[in-house]
Nanobody, 116 residues
C-alpha cells in the first residue's frame, strides 16, 4: 500500500501562482508514476500532469506552459508548480501514484480556488 499526503493549495487571484506538494509513504518502491489530477464541480476528474520513473512527463493541453511537475525520486515526492493561474483552474487537486503493477493510489485532495 502507498499513502499520499498533499499540501499546498488555497485561494489565489487570477495570474498568480501556487505550489502543490505530495509525499508518498508505505510501499514506495512499487511506485512507477506520480502525478496530479483535478476535479471541478460537476465535472469528471482529469489528468493535469504525470511523471513516470523514467522521467517521461505528460501534461494536459490546458496547463502546458503554465504548470510544471517535478519529482524527487529519493524523497518520494511530487510537486506541481502552477503559474499564471486562471479561474478555470479552480478544482480539487488530487495527487496520484501508479505502481508497476498498475495499482492506483490517491491523496485526499486539496482545494485550489482562483478568483477573477
Amino acid at each position: 500500500q502507498v499513502q499520499l499526503v498533499e499540501s499546498g493549495g488555497g485561494l489565489v487571484q487570477a495570474g498568480g501562482s501556487l505550489r502543490l506538494s505530495c509525499a508518498a509513504s508505505g510501499s514506495t518502491f512499487s511506485i512507477n508514476a506520480m502525478g496530479w489530477y483535478r476535479q471541478a464541480p460537476g465535472k469528471q476528474r482529469e489528468l493535469v500532469a504525470i511523471k513516470n520513473s523514467g522521467g517521461s512527463t505528460n501534461y494536459a493541453d490546458s496547463v502546458k506552459g503554465r504548470f510544471t511537475i517535478s519529482r524527487d525520486y529519493a524523497k518520494n515526492t511530487v510537486d506541481l508548480q502552477m503559474n499564471r493561474l486562471k479561474p478555470e483552474d479552480t478544482a480539487v487537486y488530487y495527487c496520484d501514484a501508479v505502481s508497476w503493477s498498475r495499482n492506483v493510489y490517491w491523496g485526499q485532495g486539496t482545494q485550489v480556488t482562483v478568483s477573477s
